[in-house]
C-alpha cells in the first residue's frame, strides 16, 4: 500500500494461519504455479529491495507516483526487472533476480503538482504568484480562502507536458514498463506541509514524498484537474500499447466517465443475434464481434505471455486493471460490454478491500466478475516475506469466493496476469 494508506488500513498477522476458520489445516499453497503480484510500492522501503529474489512471488508490478519514485523504479527495474518474454513463462528460478515489472505514473494525490501547460490558460507562470493561484484552480477549498502560507509550503508546479515526455522516455527504456499508478480520488486530501515538529518524526527508512505520519489539510484536489492529468497519460499509454493501472476511490463513475471519453468512436460493433443468424445463413465460421478480442488486429495479443505486440497507436490504453477496486457490483458492468474496445481487469488487495471494512462488497464484485478479469495484487509498500502473505491470503480468498479448487486458482489468475501484462 502507499504511504498514504498506512495509517488507515488494518495490516494482516504477521505470520498467515495454517488453519481456516473451521480448525482444518490449509492446502499448502501452490506457488510453483507463479504468483505475481499485479500492484505494489515497494520502491516506498527501498530496504526492503533486496529481499526481492528471495520471495515466492514470481513477479511483483511496482508502481511509481510521484516526482521521487520514479527513477527508483526504473533503476531496480535495471536490476531485478524481467529481461524478455519466457522470464514470465519458465519455472521461478530460485536465483533469479529477474522478479519485476516497472509501471510509471502521476498519482491523483499529486496531480496537483502538476500543471497543464498545453491549455489555453494555463495556471501557472512561474512566478511567486502564478504558484498561489495555481493551487487556488486547482486544490478546494482555494488555500487563498483560508491561509496563503499553505500553497507557499508546496512544491512548484511542474509542466504536465515535460513528466509525459520523462515518462515517455521511461516507457521507451523499459519495453515491458505499464503506465501507473494514476487515477482519480475524490476522498484523498493533502497532508499539512512540514514544520519542525514534523520533521523530528520523519522515518528515514521511507522515500520522501508521502504523508509519513502528518495530519491531513482541509484540502482536495478538485476532479477536473485530477481528469486532466489522469486523460493525458491514459492517451501516452494507448499511444505506445502500454496497459495502465488506475485507482478510483469514491469517484467509480467518474473514473468511468473519463476513461470512456477515449474510446468514444472506437467502439466495437455487437451484432445482434438476429443479425447473427442472417449472416450465419451465407457465412461459414463466423463469429460475431462480441467475441473478438478487437476489429483491429493490431491489438490482438497472444494469451500464451509472449512479449506485447507491436500496437498501432491509439487515443486509450488496450488493457486496464482498476485496482483494489471498490466499487458495488453493479459498477462493474459497464466495463464488461462487449463494445469496449480496452480489456478491463479488477486486482484486489487484503489491506484495502477487506482491510477497510468492505470485505462483503469485494466478494459481491468478485462474484460477478468473468473468471478471467480478476487479478491479485498486495498494494504493500516494502517487498519481502510479508508482501508474500498477503499475495497469498488474498489468492487463497479469491478462489474460496469463486469455488475454485487452490491450485485451479492460482493458474486462472496466472493466466490473467499474463493476458492484462502481454496482451
Not at 514470481?58 to 535495471?78: N, P, Y
Not at 487556488?136 to 488555500?143: C, G
Not at 520522501?208 to 502528518?214: A, D, M, V
Amino acid at each position: 500500500m502507499c504511504q498514504q494508506h498506512s495509517g488507515n488500513a488494518e495490516s494482516p498477522s504477521s505470520e498467515l494461519s495454517s488453519k481456516n476458520d473451521s480448525g482444518t489445516p490449509l492446502e499448502p499453497f501452490p506457488w510453483d504455479v507463479g504468483v505475481f503480484d499485479a500492484h505494489c510500492h515497494p520502491t516506498d522501503t527501498m530496504a526492503s529491495i533486496e529481499s526481492i529474489p528471495n520471495m515466492k512471488a514470481r513477479v511483483l508490478t511496482v508502481m511509481s507516483t510521484r516526482s521521487q519514485d520514479q527513477e527508483l523504479v526504473s533503476d531496480i527495474a535495471s536490476r531485478h526487472g524481467l529481461q524478455e518474454d519466457k522470464d514470465i513463462t519458465i519455472p521461478s528460478d530460485p536465483l533469479s533476480e529477474n522478479r519485476l515489472i516497472p509501471c510509471f505514473g502521476w498519482h491523483p494525490w499529486f496531480s496537483y503538482q502538476l500543471y497543464d501547460d498545453l491549455s489555453p490558460k494555463p495556471t501557472y507562470d512561474g512566478t511567486s504568484s502564478g504558484k498561489i493561484s495555481h493551487y487556488d484552480e486547482v486544490l478546494a477549498p482555494s488555500p487563498s480562502s483560508k491561509d496563503v502560507s499553505f500553497s507557499e509550503g508546496l512544491p512548484d508546479p511542474r509542466p504536465l507536458s515535460e513528466f509525459l515526455r520523462e515518462t515517455r522516455s521511461l516507457l521507451e527504456k523499459h519495453p515491458l514498463a505499464l503506465v501507473g499508478e494514476v487515477g482519480l480520488d475524490k476522498a484523498f486530501r493533502l497532508p499539512q506541509n512540514w514544520t519542525s515538529t514534523y520533521e523530528t518524526q520523519r522515518d528515514d527508512g521511507l522515500t520522501p514524498g508521502g504523508r509519513e505520519g502528518r495530519q491531513l489539510s482541509l484540502h482536495r484536489v478538485r476532479m477536473p484537474h485530477q481528469a486532466t492529468v489522469l486523460q493525458a497519460q491514459l492517451r501516452l499509454a494507448g499511444e505506445m500499447g502500454r496497459a495502465v493501472s488506475v485507482h478510483g476511490v469514491q469517484a467509480h463513475g467518474i473514473v468511468y466517465d473519463t476513461i470512456s471519453q477515449l474510446w468514444k468512436g472506437h467502439e466495437k460493433k455487437v451484432t445482434s443475434r438476429k443479425e447473427q443468424k442472417q449472416i450465419a445463413k451465407g457465412a461459414e465460421n463466423f463469429s460475431s464481434s462480441s467475441e473478438d478480442e478487437s476489429e483491429d488486429e493490431s491489438y490482438v495479443g497472444s494469451s500464451t505471455g509472449k512479449k506485447p505486440k507491436k500496437l498501432s497507436p491509439k487515443p486509450y490504453p488496450p488493457r486496464i486493471c482498476l485496482h483494489s477496486f471498490s466499487g458495488q457490483a453493479e459498477s462493474v458492468k459497464p466495463y464488461l460490454h462487449p463494445s469496449l474496445p480496452a480489456k478491463i481487469f479488477f486486482s484486489f488487495s487484503i489491506v484495502i478491500n477487506w482491510g477497510t471494512g468492505g470485505g462483503d462488497k469485494t466478494e459481491e464484485v468478485i462474484r460477478a466478475l468473468p473468471d478471467d478479469r480478476i487479478l491479485a495484487e498486495s498494494d504493500l509498500h516494502t517487498a519481502g516475506e510479508q508482501m508474500d502473505q498477503y499475495l497469498e491470503e488474498v489468492h487463497r480468498k479469491i478462489c474460496e469466493i469463486k469455488g475454485w479448487e487452490l491450485r485451479n486458482g492460482v493458474e486462472q489468475l496466472s493466466r490473467n496476469y499474463r493476458e492484462f501484462i502481454f496482451g
